[in-house]
């Protein structure tokens, strides 16, 4: 059965709408979400100073663990060891942030 006319131009003026509005949609996404090529080396940085601090914690709770194990002395040195990390992590991140800091006053 063919399609009347009317019809077919009213499916054809809205398939151009839809297109129209595709491109419209991608400009805006393309705007808003840039590629990683224009990612923000801040954001690689404070990415590195969380990854700092998760790893000195994750270390120190694997170093107090191995400690308590060999003088099965549980939980003591792991929570010792975990609250280290922590400082230590703490610290790290600061130092990372610090440098980025000075990075962007130059």
Known sequence: MPIPKDTQEKMD???QR???ARQDQ???DDAYNPSDEEQSPDAERSARAGSEFLST???GAFFGYGIDWYFSSTPLAMILFILLGFISGVMRANAAMKRNSEENEE
């Open 13 to 15: 003026e809205l398939d």
């Open 26 to 28: 991608k400009e805006i």
């Open 57 to 59: 914690v994750i270390a």
């Open 18 to 20: 839809i297109k129209e």
